[in-house]
């Protein structure tokens, strides 16, 4: 039966990968590096804001030491704050969805490979912090996916606040990356996929694919987990 869900953030619940992308593009340029939207969803989209400062710079013959890329990353949080509050980022479908579940006791949780600096500029003002139990970002875990350690962390966070454990396999994920998916899988937990960054084929690792989730139904999701 289903207990919980948790959610990737960019890509599923804000369209903002477009906004990070822009937002290291900005810093690069100091070092002539341009990272076209291919290359970002093909090589970088899974990474935290670390490792993509690391391999894109290697990607261009460049060497970055640890105290470089915190200072990048310092410079980059402020660039994608500024651009995000520009326009209203929540993806269409969502708000309704989250309120679907909420009418029917889902426990929900976020666990996004973003910084929470990031989140809370996207999610401010918006009322949807209130739908969830716990969110879990790159300051929390060390492991990128598809390491599971994220999603591992969150239903440990939603569980520390229930009498009666929630097992995994009680557990859906819904993410738009095939290795936020394998990531999924790895911690034993059903996949629901949106076709918001990736075509279905590249989210076969989903037991569902959706194109919105405001067309998902509760029953569906009950089916997952039976």
């Given at each position: 039966m289903l207990k919980a869900i948790i959610f990737d953030f960019d890509g599923v619940i804000s369209d903002t990968e477009r906004t990070h992308l822009q937002a290291f593009n900005k810093i690069l340029a100091k070092y002539n590096i341009e990272i076209s939207e291919t290359d970002y969803y093909k090589d970088?989209?899974?990474l935290n804001d670390y490792e993509g400062f690391k391999e894109m710079a290697k990607a261009h013959n460049h060497q970055?030491?640890?105290e470089e890329i915190e200072n990048l990353m310092t410079q980059k949080g402020k660039i994608f704050e500024k651009l995000a509050k520009t326009k209203s980022n929540i993806?269409?479908?969502t708000p309704e969805f989250l309120g679907m579940l909420k009418q029917n006791g889902i426990k929900m949780a976020i666990c996004s490979g973003a910084v929470r600096n990031d989140?809370?500029?996207i999610l401010s003002g918006t009322g949807l912090p209130d739908f969830f139990e716990t969110i879990i970002t790159a300051d929390d875990v060390k492991e990128s996916k598809p390491d599971p350690a994220g999603f591992n962390l969150a239903l440990q966070k939603l569980n520390e606040k229930q009498?009666?454990?929630i097992q995994p396999a009680e557990c859906i994920v819904v993410e738009d990356s095939p290795w936020g998916l394998e990531a999924a899988n790895r911690a034993g937990m059903h996949t629901l996929a949106v076709t918001n960054s990736y075509t279905a084929d590249e989210l076969n690792k989903a037991e569902k694919v959706v194109t919105n989730l405001g067309e998902v139904t509760?029953?569906?999701l009950q089916k997952l987990c039976t």
């Open positions: 970088y989209l899974g970055l030491d640890d993806i269409e479908g989140i809370d500029a009498e009666r454990k509760i029953d569906e």
